[in-house]
């Protein structure tokens, strides 16, 4: 969820973030390998080799300890990570179970608002953050959109691509075919997102061309934008493109929204980690780049259609 100015693109594309529930239950994912209750008082080493597992032998000592890896997500963002019957599912999900297999951890997912999910990461609430997150240069630096420094910042491990789209209620009234037709309309978009900062850098596109602003209408949850769509109080929301498809695809049985217009240039999605935390880093990587190579990755975005964001192996810190 970037202060980037939009570029239209036929590629894939993505500009990220998601919305807002207040703190709900968490989940266990998943759990693998020996994970024996022994651990000695200075306890990493001796636990990693009970748990015969190589990548679990390189995370930090205090997750060997308590074998979970505990992971802050937003779970309102279909097909990325929303909640059925009171469990978190989607592509984040999944993944991250993945990804706690290659480590040997079980992974524990907390559900929160989206905006304190890097600033929990930073406090030591969760061990990292996995939520669509946008990785880019601000966040990497603790950045407002400004420039003005509010944090630390993280580091990020990257592992999907997606793009910023536009999407309307079904029929399109209003007639919108790409970002220009924005111009001087109400557009729905949560609030702190990427998407919200390039429908600003838009809006001053607009004005500087001799034409009015956008009429933006920023929203704490992403599903109280959609509702405004669907009840014509704005001509179009503004959304990450895998989220936008599933959302035309799925509500009302694909008769309520469709998409519109091209994404824009895409952009990486990261697992958020605290900067002082580079052992844990470097292994998330390594684990991303195991369920790439062994096939449970693409299954994973297959199950959720979403195979147009693949990636063909992790990076760290890749975004702009």
Same mark, same amino acid.
């Given at each position: 969820?970037?202060?980037?100015?939009?570029?239209?693109?036929?590629?894939?594309?993505?500009?990220?973030?998601?919305?807002?529930?207040?703190?709900?239950?968490?989940?266990?994912?998943?759990?693998?390998?020996?994970?024996? *209750?022994?651990?000695?008082?200075?306890?990493?080493?001796?636990?990693?080799?009970?748990?015969?597992?190589?990548?679990?032998?390189?995370?930090?000592?205090?997750?060997? *300890?308590?074998?979970?890896?505990?992971?802050?997500?937003?779970?309102?963002?279909?097909?990325?990570?929303? *909640?059925?019957?009171?469990?978190?599912?989607?592509?984040?999900?999944?993944?991250?179970?993945?990804?706690?297999?290659?480590?040997?951890?079980?992974?524990?997912?907390?559900?929160?608002?989206?905006?304190?999910?890097?600033?929990?990461?930073?406090?030591?609430?969760?061990?990292?953050?996995?939520?669509?997150?946008?990785?880019?240069?601000?966040?990497?630096?603790?950045?407002?959109?400004?420039?003005?420094?509010?944090?630390?910042?993280?580091?990020?491990?990257?592992?999907?691509?997606?793009?910023?789209?536009?999407?309307?209620? *079904?029929?399109?009234?209003?007639?919108?075919?790409?970002?220009?037709?924005?111009?001087?309309?109400?557009?729905?978009?949560?609030?702190?997102?990427?998407?919200?900062?390039?429908?600003?850098?838009?809006?001053?596109?607009?004005?500087?061309?001799?034409?009015?602003?956008?009429?933006?209408?920023?929203?704490?949850?992403?599903?109280?934008?959609?509702?405004?769509?669907?009840?014509?109080?704005?001509?179009?929301?503004?959304?990450?493109?895998?989220?936008?498809?599933?959302?035309?695809?799925?509500?009302?049985?694909?008769?309520?929204?469709?998409?519109?217009?091209?994404?824009?240039?895409?952009?990486?999605?990261?697992?958020?980690?605290?900067?002082?935390?580079?052992?844990?880093?470097?292994?998330?990587?390594?684990?991303?780049?195991?369920?790439?190579?062994?096939?449970?990755?693409?299954?994973?975005?297959?199950?959720?259609?979403?195979?147009?964001?693949?990636?063909?192996?992790?990076?760290?810190?890749?975004?702009?």
């Amino acid at each position: 969820m970037t202060a980037r100015t939009p570029r239209r693109s036929a590629a894939r594309s993505r500009i990220a973030a998601v919305g807002a529930l207040a703190v709900a239950g968490a989940l266990v994912l998943t759990g693998c390998g020996d994970q024996t *209750k022994s651990a000695e008082p200075n306890g990493g080493d001796s636990s990693a080799k009970a748990n015969g597992n190589a990548l679990f032998a390189k995370l930090p000592e205090e997750i060997q *300890k308590k074998k979970v890896l505990e992971i802050g997500t937003n779970a309102e963002y279909a097909p990325m990570e929303s *909640k059925e019957g009171g469990k978190i599912v989607g592509v984040d999900a999944d993944l991250a179970a993945e990804i706690g297999k290659k480590l040997g951890v079980e992974v524990k997912l907390t559900d929160a608002k989206f905006d304190t999910l890097i600033t929990g990461v930073n406090a030591g609430r969760y061990d990292a953050a996995m939520s669509s997150i946008t990785d880019n240069k601000s966040r990497q630096e603790g950045l407002d959109e400004k420039g003005k420094k509010l944090g630390q910042g993280v580091d990020f491990v990257d592992y999907f691509v997606a793009g910023t789209a536009i999407y309307v209620k *079904k029929g399109n009234a209003a007639g919108i075919k790409s970002f220009d037709d924005l111009c001087g309309k109400p557009v729905g978009v949560q609030m702190g997102t990427t998407y919200e900062t390039a429908l600003k850098n838009l809006s001053k596109k607009c004005t500087d061309g001799g034409k009015k602003a956008v009429d933006i209408k920023s929203f704490e949850n992403d599903t109280e934008a959609q509702t405004r769509v669907r009840a014509g109080g704005v001509v179009a929301g503004v959304n990450d493109f895998p989220v936008a498809a599933d959302l035309a695809r799925k509500a009302g049985g694909g008769n309520t929204f469709e998409v519109v217009g091209e994404q824009f240039e895409a952009g990486p999605f990261g697992i958020a980690v605290d900067k002082k935390n580079s052992k844990l880093r470097d292994v998330l990587k390594e684990a991303v780049d195991a369920i790439i190579k062994d096939g449970s990755y693409k299954k994973v975005l297959e199950k959720w259609g979403a195979q147009t964001g693949a990636i063909e192996a992790a990076a760290i810190n890749g975004g702009k």
